[in-house]
């Protein structure tokens, strides 16, 4: 028998919630522009 309590979860992106899907999609967007305006300084 164990004695842990871990709880695993089946898949953790699936239980995000609106928030956390509002601020991943804002991330990757503020990401996304950093990129390509340190692209075209480079280039």
Sequence with gaps: ???DKVISLEN???NADVLTD???SG???LIKKAV???LSEFL
């Design 1 to 3: 028998m164990s004695n």
């Design 27 to 29: 991330a990757r967007e």
């Design 36 to 38: 390509q305006s340190e």
């Design 22 to 24: 509002l601020l991943r």
């Design 12 to 14: 953790p992106e699936g």
